[in-house]
């Protein structure tokens, strides 16, 4: 029996769609349209493309959509006045700077110039401190998208055993948080990890996000566990190049119960995720409830 093929890009359409019904209400009951703010520094032609799709699909959920494009080797200083004129823009009720920042920038005081009600990609450090501390925070969109893609999968997540590989501060460490919250007993693994294999085959949930191209073999899979993979690598495929995930997927899906294809797995959650939290936080910057079923 192989694995069921979770499908991220279909959820991601079911979420896109009820955002637009949200956006919709907003702008005949509240005269209010949501407006998410994207910077770009450089050329990075991956982050161009993220970026465009961010920008596109911002505009056919019926929201507003700002687009800074900045030189490669703009100023930090610059970059932050820019931030701050967002902060103080009422049309703005999001705003993402694009990762990863060129490496002469200090991308956490950049994060950390974002006013933290706008930071739709919850990684402001006030917002690490509440999700880190139960509390009602703006959650980071990939590990909100494989937590969403978990919890339509198993309903209960409680008293399962989650190994999260990879300790990021943008997807590792959230994603292990966001499975405490769930009541999973949780597993962060990474490059030092004694016998990685031994750690993942415990695992009834597997959360691949390290970067390395098919790291995660099919035999490190217990039969039946769910595995979710974040990674998005590019790898040479005769004259061009193809997308593969961290975890080897052929040989994955012989072992698993559930698994998550790249692409079209987490990939399209992230921005379906990025859309949900800017209505979110133009609900909450305006008195109103953010509505409960986007990022159920
Ligand atoms: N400020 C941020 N920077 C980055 C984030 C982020 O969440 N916030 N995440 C990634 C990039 N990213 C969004 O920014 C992103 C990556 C991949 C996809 C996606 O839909 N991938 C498709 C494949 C697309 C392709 O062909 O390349 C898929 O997996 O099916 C969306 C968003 C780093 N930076
Ligand atoms: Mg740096």
């Known amino acids: 029996m192989t694995a069921t093929i979770i499908d991220g890009k279909a959820f991601a359409a079911t979420i896109r769609e009820k955002v637009a019904g949200h956006v919709a209400r907003l702008k005949s009951e509240a005269d209010l ?13 991956a982050s ?18 700002f687009q800074h494009s ?33 490496a002469y920038m200090d991308s956490e005081a950049v994060i ?30 990939t590990p909100l998208g494989c937590l969403m893609m978990l919890r339509a999968h198993h309903g209960s997540l409680s008293g399962m055993n ?14 292990a948080q966001l499975l405490l919250g769930e009541s999973c007993t949780v597993t962060i693994a990474h490059s030092r990890t004694r016998d990685l294999p031994a750690v993942v085959r415990q695992a009834d949930i597997v959360v691949a996000a390290v970067g390395q191209p098919k790291m995660v073999q099919g035999d ?16 040479p495929n005769g004259e061009k190049t193809r997308l593969v995930g961290d975890v080897d997927f052929d040989a ?12 079209g797995g987490v990939g399209p959650m992230t921005i379906a995720c990025l859309l949900a939290n800017t209505v979110t936080a ?10 409960e079923d986007l990022t159920a």
């Open 162 to 175: 989650a190994v999260v590989v990879g300790r990021s501060n943008i997807v590792g460490k959230p994603m």
């Open 112 to 141: 950390n110039a974002i006013a933290p009600e706008k930071d739709v990609d919850g990684f402001h450090i006030s917002n690490v401190g509440l999700l880190g501390t139960g509390q009602s925070a703006m959650v980071p969109c």
């Open 252 to 263: 994955a899906v012989q072992v698993a119960g559930a698994i998550t294809p790249v692409p």
């Open 70 to 102: 900045l030189p490669a080797d703009t100023p930090q200083a610059d970059l932050v006045d820019l931030v701050d004129r967002l902060n103080r823009d009422p049309q703005v009720h999001g705003i993402l700077v694009q990762l990863p920042l060129p």
């Open 48 to 65: 161009q493309v993220y970026v465009r799709s961010k920008g596109r699909l911002t505009g056919e959920a019926g929201m507003k959509s």
């Open 33 to 45: 349209t949501p407006g998410l703010a994207v910077v770009l520094v450089g050329e990075d032609p």
């Open 220 to 235: 490190w899979i217990k039969p039946g566990a769910t595995v979710i993979d974040v990674g998005i690598n590019r790898v």
């Open 282 to 291: 133009c609900c909450k910057m305006n008195g109103i409830d953010p509505p």
